[in-house]
């Protein structure tokens, strides 16, 4: 224990696993809300960045793909492309995650009003329905909007990181440039 009952936030070796509910639900960042309603918040208080979240690791991944695409492009007498050096920057992975999330989350937006049409044509008929039929529909109106949501924020969420990523990569590539140039000059 540290100053004011503050416990420290372990470093990557010692971190435990966070559960797939608590992702889902952002859960991790509710000791950061705890702390900032007790005090002011300072660096420590927030969760270590990975390594591949750092500017340091993603300016250096953005300029090792842009010296090879320079390379390759001088090889066949073409202009290299940052842009698509900055595509191939981005891991597979993360291009199907922000993929899935998107199509999860226009299926389930086009399954609302099919839900809501089937629990309407059922109360407004005439003949006599089976309640479990049309609690299930209500109950399944309501995890569709939950999954819904969910695939929103989490899409936000994930464009947002992928976002920030490219941009610190962008902005330290043009920095190295600067610094060089200078160096170059001077």
């Known amino acids: 224990m540290t100053k004011n009952g503050y416990k420290k936030i372990p470093a990557d070796a010692e971190k435990e696993k966070v559960s797939f509910v608590s992702c889902l639900f952002f859960r991790w960042v509710n000791s ?15 969760l270590p960045l990975s390594e591949e979240n750092t500017s340091f690791s993603v300016v250096e991944q953005l300029q090792t ?10 090889r066949n007498g073409k202009n290299p492309k940052l842009w698509k ?7 597979g992975k993360d291009v199907m995650v922000v993929f899935f999330l998107g199509v999860l989350h226009m299926f389930c937006r086009s399954l609302q009003p099919l839900l809501l049409g089937y629990l309407l044509v059922s109360l407004t ?21 939950l999954i819904r949501t969910l695939a929103l924020h989490h899409f936000g969420y994930k464009c947002e990181l ?11 590539l043009v920095y190295h440039k600067v610094c060089t140039r200078k160096i170059i000059h001077s």
């Open 162 to 172: 992928l976002g920030i990523r490219i941009s610190s990569a962008l902005k330290g």
């Open 125 to 145: 008929s005439a003949e006599p329905q089976h309640t479990y039929l049309l609690y299930g529909c209500a109950v399944a109106m309501g995890v569709n909007a």
């Open 85 to 91: 050096s900055v595509l191939k920057m981005l891991s």
């Open 65 to 74: 793909k842009w010296n090879d695409e320079k390379t390759k492009c001088k």
């Open 32 to 46: 950061v809300f705890k702390i900032g309603s007790e005090r002011a918040l300072e660096e420590n208080d927030f």
